[in-house]
């Protein structure tokens, strides 16, 4: 259906609307100006009239006749003295504008007795640290005057500072940090320490602006926001930080606020994020909002290793890959999304070399959020089994180029243990909660220009999109629906923004997923553990985009099979692991319904070389066998009473 344009007036009379207003606001002005004499006059007939009618009400009624019979005397005599009329006229004009002047008290000039005693305070604080004995002429000096070094300020209602300008000698270090965070320390201890200020250093004209910021709102819910394929509201911060203002609904209410908007994709210098932040910050809320923003334009991947169900709303969903909470399944899914991206890498190298557009398999974003990867770095450093940090390094390297997108949430303490790759390719920074500015400048590369303070609400932080400046930030609200301290407002805020859950079916012309493994197969029980977070096929939960299919037990045309054995005119299975063929696949049933000629990543990953020979026949799909990365099956993945192919093909 096709888009009808918008009126002239909508599309581009914008400008000219407000063009017209400010004309319009100039001429009233300039109208309230001119005829302000008769404005005065005119509002003291009123007032004078009013008086007269108070007058009236109040005379006794007996008393009424004599004072009618005064007033007519009065005008009757004035109307028989010579200019009598033209000087009653001027006598009541004269009146009316003195009661018609404005009889607001004007402002006090300066501060009062205790904004000054707080001002000469502050300025007595500052002397240590902006004088020196050489100075011949020292600008702030015991027993001095502030007015001079404070020629800027303003006083709230209660009384607090909220604004402040200060200049300091040209030799003071402005440019050291040092320097700066002792001046900033004192300013915050002297002014309040329970709000937040923001400092701004002007090196060239030697003057400090200190102002009092408004506390970011922490009521509004998660929504529908208002942007583009590409784009991720991570939260809410100052109007002084950003240009642009996102349309927000609070209940009926409707206000623009200013987001912290972070581009991903394949123009993005910031394609992939950390989240740090100590329990209870709202690291788990933040990524529960990035997600059902991703969700709505791309497919995800979730490893939860703090295993306790943040995420079990998104289990089964469309576009949702898999949940995963336990150390196997982390695994064998972050193990697929690593091949998962070099497959894309050849695809769209492949189709640039061709000169054809990528395929559309590789446009639609890969989402990969790993929350608590620490945790999964113990379970598997106990278990004998390799760090799932070391899988993300592909994604996390190459993930721009392959549409490929990786989300990381940690604690604030285990940042150094962290890999090498998490540090090194998240230039997006996020860090919630409490923290020193010590600790936020190692996170996020560079100070804040605001004071930290020490209680903050849920969902508080700190954020830095790759050299930009650090800005305030402030999570939506986006809790557990499925936890009962949850409001019904957010609960169902939540809801309304989850997709729609998948049919179990699978996509046409693949089998589906067993219900339990054979032992032909080549699965082992560990492979097939359910976590406490649950499994997407427990709700009838299916993938879709085709990410993650089943392999199918056949192939049509070439008379081989997966399960087959060598010298029969087989070809050992891809060197994918089993727990993606089986596990994923049983958990991700009902993949979403692809065309006839669509083939899943799976499916195109290359088989086995020496099956392959044993065949006679060339690996299947596209990508070579030199660019497949190999990867150990966990132990216990493959059980003794598997078929010989199937084993030497999983072992190899």
């Known amino acids: 259906m096709a888009r009808r344009p918008l009126p002239r007036i909508l599309s581009n009379g914008g400008a000219q609307l407000a063009r017209s207003r400010e004309l319009a606001r100039t001429a009233a002005d300039g109208a309230t100006d001119v005829l302000q004499p008769l404005i005065t006059i005119a509002r003291g007939l009123r007032r004078l009239a009013s008086a007269a009618g108070r007058h009236w009400t109040g005379t006794p009624r007996d008393r009424r006749g004599a004072l009618l019979f005064l007033a007519a005397s009065v005008v009757m005599v004035v109307a028989l003295m010579p200019y009598g009329p033209l000087l009653a006229g001027a006598v009541l004009m004269a009146a009316a504008a003195w009661q018609g002047r404005n009889r607001t008290r004007p402002a006090p000039e300066g501060p009062d007795d205790g904004q000054r005693r707080r001002l000469q305070s502050l300025y007595e604080a500052l002397v240590p640290y902006f004088t020196v004995p050489e100075d011949p002429e020292p600008l702030y000096a015991h027993g001095g005057a502030w007015p001079e070094a404070f020629p800027e300020h303003e006083f709230d209602d209660s009384g607090r500072l909220a604004r402040l300008v200060i200049r300091y000698p040209a030799y003071f270090t402005d440019g050291e940090p040092g320097s700066r965070a002792r001046i900033e320390h004192l300013l915050t201890a002297k002014a309040g320490r329970s709000r937040e200020y923001h400092f701004a250093w002007d090196e060239e004209a030697n003057h400090l602006s200190v102002t009092a910021l408004a506390p970011l709102p922490t009521d509004v819910a998660a929504q529908p926001f208002v942007t583009t394929p590409g784009e991720t509201v991570l939260g809410l911060t100052d109007p002084t930080g950003v240009r642009r203002t996102l349309p927000l609904t609070h209940g009926e209410e409707r206000r623009d606020v200013p987001p912290v908007v972070w581009r991903t994709g394949i123009r993005s210098t910031e394609p992939h994020l950390l989240v740090l932040g100590r329990p209870g910050t709202g690291t788990s809320t933040l990524l529960r909002s990035v997600a059902l923003q991703a969700v709505r334009h791309g497919d995800l991947l979730i490893a939860d290793g703090g295993g306790t169900g943040e995420y079990a709303c998104l289990t089964g969903r469309e576009g949702v890959l898999a949940v995963e909470c336990g150390l196997a399944g982390a695994l064998t899914g972050l193990e697929w999304a690593a091949q998962e991206t ?78 090498e790759a998490v540090r090194q390719h998240t230039r997006a920074r996020v860090v919630l909660g409490p923290a020193t500015a010590e600790e936020l400048t190692t996170v996020l590369g560079a100070p804040p220009r605001t004071t930290p303070v020490d209680h903050v609400p849920p ?107 060598e010298g029969n005119g087989t070809r050992a299975a891809a060197p994918v692991p089993v727990a993606v063929r089986v596990v994923l696949a049983k958990s991700l049933a009902g993949a979403r319904t692809a065309p006839a000629e669509a083939v899943s990543p799976v499916d195109r990953l290359p088989a086995d070389k020496e099956g392959t020979e044993a065949a006679g026949t060339a690996p299947a799909g596209p990508l070579p066998v030199s660019a497949v990365v190999e990867h150990p099956v966990p132990v216990g993945a493959v059980p003794s009473e598997a078929a010989p192919g199937a084993v030497a093909a999983e072992t190899r």
């Open 342 to 419: 070099e497959r894309r890498l050849v695809a769209v190298n492949r189709a640039r070399q061709e000169g054809e557009p990528p395929p559309e398999d590789t446009r639609r974003p890969l989402w990969i959020l790993v929350d608590r990867p620490g945790a999964f770095a113990h379970l598997a450093a106990a278990d004998g089994r390799p760090d799932p940090q070391t899988l993300l390094e592909l994604p996390l390297r190459h993930g721009r180029a392959a549409n490929v997108t990786v989300v990381v949430a940690d604690q604030l303490d285990g940042y150094g243990a962290l890999g």
């Open 459 to 565: 969902g508080r932080g700190y954020a830095r999109l790759g050299t930009g400046p650090v800005l305030r930030l402030q999570v939506p609200a986006t809790p557990d629906p499925y936890d009962d301290a949850t409001s019904d407002a957010h609960r169902q805020a939540v809801l309304d923004l989850l997709p729609p859950r998948t049919a179990p079916a699978g996509r046409e012309g693949a089998p589906a997923a067993p219900e339990e493994p054979s032992p032909g197969t080549g699965m082992g029980t560990e492979g097939t553990e359910e976590t406490e977070c649950g499994r997407a096929g427990a709700d009838g939960a299916a993938a879709v985009g085709g990410a993650i299919d089943p392999v199918p037990a056949g192939t049509e045309g070439n008379g081989t099979q997966a399960t087959g054995t």
